[in-house]
Nanobody, 115 residues
């Protein structure tokens, strides 16, 4: 069984920073793609960022230049450094991995950007 545990969400003021972490555990050999998606109230889930095992990255247009995704393969952990946060970044952030051709999701962590 694969489990994803996110941490690092919370309340932050506009312009502030947060760092999210997601640790994957369970029976796995190599995780191909790790990433973050988010879902704001009343909106569809959208891509934030992904990173491959070779560390190729892809970002959603709304976060380019502000967010940075990274991973520690030895720890099966993916990180999301979020800078210059805006109120429109408020959402539940979900960790996602692609393993053996299947998608696995975390339960989500809430990020609220508000003064």
């Amino acid at each position: 069984q694969v489990q994803l545990v996110e941490s690092g969400g919370g309340l932050v003021q506009p312009g502030g920073s947060l760092r999210l972490s997601c640790a994957a555990s369970g029976s796995m050999f190599s995780i191909n793609v790790m990433g973050w998606f988010r879902q704001a109230p009343g909106k569809e889930r959208e891509l934030v960022a992904t990173i491959t095992s070779g560390r190729s990255t892809n970002y959603g247009d709304s976060v380019k230049g502000r967010f940075t995704i990274s991973r520690d393969n030895a720890k099966n952990t993916v990180y999301l450094q979020m800078n210059s946060l805006k109120p429109e970044d408020t959402a539940v952030y979900y960790c996602n991995i692609v393993l053996y051709g299947m998608n696995f999701w975390g339960k989500g962590t809430l990020v609220t950007v508000s003064s």
